[in-house]
């Protein structure tokens, strides 16, 4: 599936370039991290607990990022797997100057299989939008209490 | 090991005391615990109607019931349609004259879904069999023959 | 694909579910009809560490018509509101929808209640109980609580209700004289979840023009939504195929439905104003109104 949006963080460029790159504060806002370690230059490994109510698993993945330029634009691709099925997938984003912050504009595509997909299928999209919402949510509010 | 509770039920006319796991589906009880594996189990997850039974009267997926529940319950399988070794229920008989099975995979799930149709509703138009039984997936017969025995099975029934 | 190990109990009364959902919180969950709750545990798409069966709380199944309203026990089969009497008497809709639910072995052991606690996002029964007003009670050990439709649903499969608490009642008020309703889904197969559904109430007034409208979509968003926009457009208006075009249209911006194998979202969008349509009209019809 494919998933893009945008985002808008009433804080200036460099200040999202740098919480949205810095694995520690990954750690912090990505939903349901239980742990995010640096594994080799722009590389992380995570063990993510994600779900919906009563519909939960854990996910063992790889981040990488790549094509970085920096405070502009950078990829990103990750894989992880776990009881419910596996993910992977390769992200775009894009961060632009707008009157009062930064634009984070993001695409990507996603494979999602095994169980959670056969199943989950029909709420797969929406679901992902939600926790996209989570992340960033997240992020502006640390980058909020960073200021 | 795991806490096992006692349940006691009517299994085809006949009582039945057992102990069970919570966890242990009705399906997997009856087919592996009793022995009765007429029921199958295909997606164990409710959609394709392979499992189903009667629990009180009423049809019903095995495979979305755990043992622990029936207990105090009457249960009828497949193998309770014929009560007499050598003998057919006039649904199974109708089954058999109007080819409404090919591998018999999805056939079990498909005789007690119609058995409880028939008992509802004696006399169901084309519409009423195909709704009834629209919860039965099968992969063999794309579905025609399927009604034909049902409604072979109807005119049967009504004759006697 | 077997469940997880669980801790099963079966409280013989409300008040012992409640206290012992009091003591495990979220690692508890409750087991009523269990035709959403057993495939996600058989799939180990859920694991919960205790399974509280409610099915010997027989006090909490019931249909009773009270003055101006019906109560419906969060127990009662979904087979029951199929025929019972005070349903097709009093709340129509939700007679109507019922058969639309599933398959009959499903309907004979999901419960209303356990589909409003589950609250899928195509779900019916939450379209309609939002376009009826419901009213759900929720109750927790010492003490219980009325939360109204419209705040009940919260996002996919979750709902207002917290870990300790158990649905027990909905309550739906009667609906004024001269008011039309229908439920109009679309589905591939018969019994599969709504790709789009639309619930109508239409109440008109003695000069023929719309005094009351409530319309609720599922299947478009992460929970059952009112489209209010759509209904301002009908508030007051008399019927005619432009004005319910317009509302359809109208419904159609409201809706905020994501892509899936069955549809996409643009699919679902379009979808989503020619079932409003077909949905009014349908009720303006049991009104004796042809557009």
Not at chain 1, 95 to 112: E, K, N
Not at chain 2, 94 to 115: I, N
Not at chain 3, 61 to 69: F, N, Q, T
């Amino acid at each position: 599936m494919t998933l893009d949006g945008t985002y808008e963080f009433p804080a200036p460029r460099a200040k999202v370039w740098a919480a949205l790159l810095d694995p520690a504060v990954l750690g912090r806002t990505l939903p349901g991290c239980d742990k995010l370690e640096a594994i080799g230059p722009g590389e992380y490994r995570a063990i993510v607990k994600v779900g919906v109510a009563a519909v939960k698993g854990t996910f063992e993945g790889k981040v990488k990022l790549a094509d970085l330029e920096p405070p502009t634009r950078y990829r990103m691709s990750l894989e992880g797997s776990g009881g419910p099925g596996f993910v992977r997938g390769e992200a775009s984003l894009e961060l632009a100057d707008v009157p009062g912050g930064t634009r984070v504009s993001y695409r990507a595509d996603v494979q999602v299989g095994g169980l959670i997909a056969g199943v989950g299928q029909r709420m797969l999209g929406g679901v992902a939008r939600m926790m996209l919402e989570q992340f960033f949510t997240r992020i502006a509010t640390e980058i909020g209490a960073a200021a | 090991m795991a806490k096992r509770f006692e349940v006691s039920l009517t299994v085809n006319g006949r009582p039945v005391q057992a102990e069970v796991e919570a966890r242990k589906l009705l399906a997997d009880f009856i087919r592996e615990d009793l022995g009765l594996t007429g029921t199958h189990l295909a997606c164990e997850h409710g959609v394709c109607g392979a499992c189903t039974i009667l629990l009180d009267g009423e049809a019903v997926r095995s495979c979305l019931l755990f043992a622990v529940q029936a207990d105090g319950a009457e249960l009828m399988t497949v193998e309770g349609l014929t009560p007499e070794p050598g003998t057919l229920h006039p649904l199974q008989q109708a089954f058999r004259e109007h080819h409404g099975l090919q591998c018999g995979f999805c056939t079990p799930g498909v005789l007690m879904t119609a058995y409880a149709l028939l008992r509802q509703n004696p006399n169901p138009t084309e519409e009423e069999i195909r709704a009834g039984i629209a919860g039965s997936l099968c992969r063999c017969t794309g579905y025609e023959s399927i009604i034909r025995s049902v409604r072979g099975a109807a005119d049967a029934l009504g004759r006697r | 694909m077997k469940p997880a190990p669980f801790e099963y109990v079966r409280p013989r009364s409300l008040a012992e579910a409640l206290e012992v959902l009091r003591q495990h919180g979220d690692e508890a969950k409750c087991l009523a009809g269990g035709q959403s709750l057993v495939p996600l545990m058989n799939l180990r798409l859920s694991k919960p560490g205790v399974v509280v069966d409610l099915n010997a709380l027989k006090d909490l199944a019931y249909v009773r018509a009270e003055d101006g309203s019906v109560s419906i026990g969060a127990l009662t089969r979904q087979r029951v509101l199929e025929t019972s009497p005070v349903i097709r008497q009093r709340a129509p809709l939700l007679a109507e929808v019922t058969p639309l639910i599933g398959h009959p072995p499903i309907r004979a052991r999901g419960t209303f209640g356990g589909s409003l606690a589950h609250a899928d996002p195509a779900a019916e029964y939450p379209a309609v109980v939002l376009a009826l007003e419901g009213r759900m009670r929720a109750a927790r050990a010492g003490s219980e609580r009325e939360v109204p439709a419209e705040e009940f649903f919260v996002t996919y499969l979750t709902t207002a209700l917290e870990p300790v608490e158990i649905l027990t009642e909905v309550t739906v008020p009667v609906l004024p004289p001269h008011t039309g309703t229908a439920f109009v889904e679309l589905t591939r197969r018969h019994g599969d979840f709504a790709i789009v559904g639309v619930a109508a109430v239409v109440t008109l007034d003695e000069a023929g023009a719309i005094s009351r409208i409530r319309l609720a979509l599922c299947g478009v968003g992460p929970t059952p939504l009112r489209a209010r926009r759509a209904e301002a457009v009908l508030q007051g208006q008399r019927p005619s195929q432009a004005l319910v075009a317009e509302a359809g249209r109208v419904a159609m911006d409201e809706a905020d439905p994501a892509d899936d194998l069955h549809g996409s979202a643009e699919y679902r969008r379009e979808m989503t104003a020619v079932f409003a349509r077909r949905t009014l009209g349908r009720a303006l019809e049991r009104l004796g109104v042809r557009l």
